[in-house]
């Protein structure tokens, strides 16, 4: 993570690293954010494959639901790119919290992201996040 970074920073997850992060025993690592927003879709999609990883106690997982369509530059990338549902979702609504962080393991989403001027992380950046953290 980038040493600018601020403390508290809320997060958008993309479904790959809430399922990652299950699979090692590590989604409390995402308590240390005051927010983790989960579009619909990728809730869904998590809930489906890892149910546990939406279970944690220590996290304030907040589901949330974009109301308005995709804005048209987020409509090309998506389409140019092939993102999936979650993922333009994900970036949607990272796109309504400025300054937010969007996790995602996805390298398409990723592109997308760096060209919305979002920032992103994927799950090694969670891990190395927290031991830097201590």
Do not use: Y
């Given at each position: 993570?980038?040493?600018?970074?601020?403390?508290?920073?809320?997060?958008?997850?993309?479904?790959?690293?809430?399922?990652?992060?299950?699979?090692?025993?590590?989604?409390?690592?995402?308590?240390d954010?005051?927010?983790?927003?989960?579009?619909?879709?990728?809730?869904?999609?998590?809930?489906?494959?890892r149910?546990?990883?939406?279970?944690?106690s220590?996290?304030?997982?907040?589901?949330?639901?974009?109301?308005?369509?995709?804005?048209?530059?987020?409509?090309?990338?998506?389409?140019?790119?092939?993102?999936?549902?979650?993922?333009?979702?994900a970036?949607?609504?990272?796109?309504t919290h400025?300054?937010c962080?969007?996790?995602?393991?996805?390298t398409?989403?990723?592109?997308?992201?760096?060209?919305?001027?979002?920032?992103?992380?994927?799950?090694?950046?969670?891990?190395?996040?927290?031991?830097?953290?201590k």
């Amino acid at each position: 993570m980038a040493g600018n970074e601020p403390a508290r920073q809320i997060v958008v997850c993309d479904a790959g690293p809430l399922i990652h992060l299950d699979e090692v025993g590590c989604v409390e690592l995402l308590a240390d954010f005051p927010q983790v927003l989960v579009p619909e879709a990728v809730w869904d999609e998590v809930a489906k494959h890892r149910p546990n990883a939406l279970t944690q106690s220590t996290v304030h997982f907040h589901k949330v639901t974009p109301t308005e369509a995709l804005p048209p530059e987020l409509d090309v990338l998506s389409r140019l790119l092939g993102l999936h549902r979650g993922e333009q979702e994900a970036l949607h609504v990272a796109q309504t919290h400025p300054g937010c962080l969007v996790l995602t393991d996805d390298t398409a989403a990723r592109l997308a992201a760096r060209n919305l001027g979002l920032m992103t992380h994927g799950t090694i950046g969670v891990l190395l996040r927290s031991i830097r953290r201590k």
